[in-house]
């Protein structure tokens, strides 16, 4: 049975969110995506901090992984559940749950406790890495959706400045736990923000959650998670656990399959996979996932540990691909809104993004920070240009029905793909690097020995060494990652042969009234 309130009848009759509501609306979920991806960076900084706290060096990379594993194995079901419970109702507890895991992981007195609240953490992520694309989509129509969808892009550039930046602050001034509390405030207000100004229908459904495709769905991702986030750390590549992680991520997707074509209401809907814009929006997002959290991983390290850089400082350098991305995606939404046209953006962006890319892979122990500076930008503009496109033009060529399952979907495989390119790109630098340092050490007469990269410790310590060792150091550095910067350009040029063969449908220029919330259970 269907009930309606009369906030209902108003909106199917036509009601519209005007362009004030709209942006009290952004702001809120924009807030919420700051605080979720800056607690992701800020992170990072103090981890030596952390670890010469609570100890468990080998255990420092489940700290990150744990919170990357859960969020993407997470993302598929929030949209769903947000079809069946409400979009506000979900938004508002992935922060509940983001907020109270942070809280837990600042209070922790042991590496343990630490992981299981970062696991908990990633959780709440992935719910503020997809639902805000999805309540968006609800309160816009797509042809006005870019004017608004180029923000939320620059939300991801401003906090990948201002984690590293805020990090740096509170461990040189504040006890590192508050690099997990600093942001609780900031959900609090975003939880208020969306409390008081997103004002969705509500209607009773009568639906079932799919817990098997929920299941295998999770289980596959958080497998294949596993292999990529540990391999090559945890254990060997070519190792027993490669085999029994890569074989259950196979049986687990195989059995999602099979569960989502006989489920009533699939978290992904098995009819998606035969649209071409889904499919090929998916596809050209997991490979600029890969391109760019590729990139932007090791980016500051040739700063770090080549230039010589603090951590802030490097974090400061990001400031050109920071202001790029925000002015193309800003630009680009605004063209597209006036226009309709969007195909060309995907596909310029990707190929701006492989030239950034090969410019990136170009620089040398002595190149200018200038020439860093503009490369970046570059990559910036191009990542600008491309990545909310991407999930504006899945969202336009699906029935309102689907546009949760569509955007989940998008933002589910664009994560994988940052999973991926991290993990083969870090697989990629660990072993050019190794191969480097043995033949310029050899040709230096140095006593650099060894088939596997030496431990060679932090950026400080490896500034410490002699000059004939610390200049071969830095060469094998350098070259090792002009490799991984150009195995990135082939990958940022398919997704722009991806983005060639989309459809450029019409942006519907009015769109049927905001999907309606379920009420609260009696």
């Not at 059995?255 to 814009?277: G, Q």
Request: aromatic share 8%; glycine share 10%.
């Amino acid at each position: 049975m269907v009930m309606l309130t009369g906030q209902q009848v108003q909106a199917e009759a036509g009601q519209r969110f005007t362009h004030k509501q709209v942006l009290e609306i952004l702001a809120g979920l924009m807030l919420a995506m700051l605080t979720s991806m800056i607690s992701t960076s800020v992170v990072g900084t103090a981890l030596p901090t952390i670890v010469g706290t609570l100890g468990g060096q080998d255990q420092l990379a489940w700290v990150a992984s744990a919170t990357l594993l859960t969020m993407t194995a997470s993302t598929p079901l929030w949209g769903k559940l947000s079809d069946l419970y409400g979009r506000k109702f979900m938004f508002q507890t992935a922060l509940v749950i983001f907020a109270a895991s942070s809280v837990a992981a600042g209070f922790s007195q042991d590496m343990g406790q630490l992981i299981a609240a970062r696991a908990v953490q990633g959780i709440g992520a992935g719910g503020l890495a997809a639902l805000p694309q999805i309540i968006l989509g609800d309160v816009v129509e797509p042809r006005e959706r870019g004017r608004y969808s180029g923000y939320i892009g620059a939300v991801f550039g401003v906090s990948t400045v201002a984690g590293p930046l805020l990090g740096g602050f509170i461990v040189d001034n504040m006890s590192w736990r508050w690099t997990f509390w600093i942001c609780v405030p900031l959900a609090v207000v975003a939880f208020v923000v969306i409390q008081k100004v997103l004002k969705l229908p509500f209607v009773r459904r009568d639906a079932k959650v799919d817990w098997w495709g929920a299941t295998f769905i999770t289980g596959g991702t958080t497998a294949l998670m596993l292999l990529l986030s540990l391999g090559g750390q945890e254990f060997e590549w070519n190792s027993s656990w490669t085999y029994v992680l890569g074989a259950l991520s196979l049986v687990m997707f195989g059995l999602a399959v099979v569960a989502e074509r006989r489920a009533a209401d699939p978290i992904l809907p098995p009819h998606l996979f035969r649209n071409r814009t889904f499919v090929l929006s998916s596809l050209a997002s997991l490979l600029v996932g890969a391109a760019m959290f590729g990139a932007m991983m090791f980016l500051p390290q040739y700063l770090q540990i080549v230039k010589g850089m603090s951590p802030t400082g490097s974090g400061l350098m990001t400031l050109p691909m920071v202001l790029g991305l925000l002015v193309s995606s800003i630009a680009v939404g605004k063209f597209v809104t006036r226009t309709g046209r969007w195909k060309v953006f995907p596909i310029v962006g990707m190929l701006l993004v492989a030239l950034g890319l090969f410019l990136l892979s170009r620089l040398h122990v002595d190149s200018s920070l200038v020439l860093v500076g503009v490369d970046n930008a570059v990559l910036g503009v191009g990542l600008g240009a491309s990545m909310q496109i991407l999930i504006l033009a899945a969202q336009n060529a699906v029935t309102r029905a689907d546009m949760a399952a569509t955007t989940s979907g998008v933002s589910f495989f664009r994560s994988l793909g940052g999973a991926v390119g991290v993990a083969a790109f870090g697989a990629i630098l660990s072993n050019r690097l190794a191969s480097e340092l043995v033949s310029l050490a050899k040709a230096a007469h140095l006593p650099l020995t060894g088939g596997a990269t030496p431990n060679l410790g932090s950026p400080d310590a490896i500034r410490q060494l002699p000059e004939p060792v610390l200049n071969v150091i830095l060469e094998a550095f350098t070259r090792a990652l002009e490799t991984v910067f150009l195995v990135g350009v082939p990958i940022a040029v398919l997704a722009a042969v991806a983005a060639l063969f989309l459809k450029e449908i019409p942006l519907r220029s009015a769109a049927p009234a905001p999907a309606p919330e379920p009420a609260p259970a009696d």
